[in-house]
């Protein structure tokens, strides 16, 4: 599937509890099971390492859609909006929460209807095929473009499998070890010089080596 550019559109999440288990603030469970299933087929776990569901997307995902970047505080959301070309950018009057609620509503419809089951429940290839459908358009979501909403999916997803583990993705930085990034260490002088070693120093946070504890106020 075609990668899409990240536009650097995701804030900070708020600190909710735990980052291994946590009760979605603003997905549904429905809409929750229906993006740990979606997400998981993007990037799914394989002998590298694991995938979106080990790295907490669905939590990532959650938390944008309830803060600033779900209601488009930092869009321009006045109108017009017209059906531009691809080019021209985002064009839709609806936020990104909006976008999510009313898709998901829409593909798990499609789903019941085409195979009698919801998202979560087709197996991997059906899955694959609806993804795909999506991201070329091919599925009527009534007002949200079906190829929106697959790129906003997709670009979610790897923001939420590469950005700091203090946001709530990346769990056990496992985006940062399938790149080899060490994370945003303030001091890198003593290793300027060592070309072609391992970089041996631990994982690191914008918060420190255990972003859990962040996370769930301890820290």
């Not at 999916?153 to 709530?168: F, H, K, M, V």
């Not at 940062?176 to 994982?203: H, S």
């Amino acid at each position: 599937m075609a990668a899409t550019p990240a536009l650097g559109l995701l804030g900070c999440g708020p600190r909710h509890g735990s980052a291994q288990a946590r009760t979605p603030v603003y997905f549904t469970p429905d809409e929750a099971t229906f993006i740990d299933a979606a997400t998981q087929r993007l990037i799914p776990a394989d002998d590298l390492g694991g995938g979106a569901n080990e790295a907490g997307i669905t939590t990532f995902i959650d938390l944008q859609l309830a803060g600033a970047y779900g209601r488009a505080e930092r869009w321009y959301m006045q109108g017009p909006w017209p059906h531009g070309i691809d080019q021209q950018g985002f064009q839709l009057k609806y936020t990104p929460a909006q976008i999510y609620r009313d898709a998901i509503g829409r593909v798990e419809a499609h789903c019941r209807q085409q195979h009698g089951k919801p998202f979560a429940q087709l197996d991997p290839a059906h899955q694959d095929d609806l993804l795909h459908a999506l991201e070329k358009g091919e599925v009527d979501l009534g007002d949200i473009p079906a190829k929106t909403f697959f790129a906003m999916l997709w670009q979610n997803t790897q923001e939420g499998y590469l950005a700091d583990p203090a946001y709530s993705g990346n769990r056990d930085f496992a985006g940062w070890k399938l790149i080899g990034f060490p994370g945003p260490r303030y001091n890198y002088v003593e290793d300027i010089g060592k070309f072609g070693r391992p970089y041996e120093a631990p994982f690191v946070s914008l918060v420190g080596r255990d972003p859990s504890a962040y996370l769930r106020g301890e820290s």
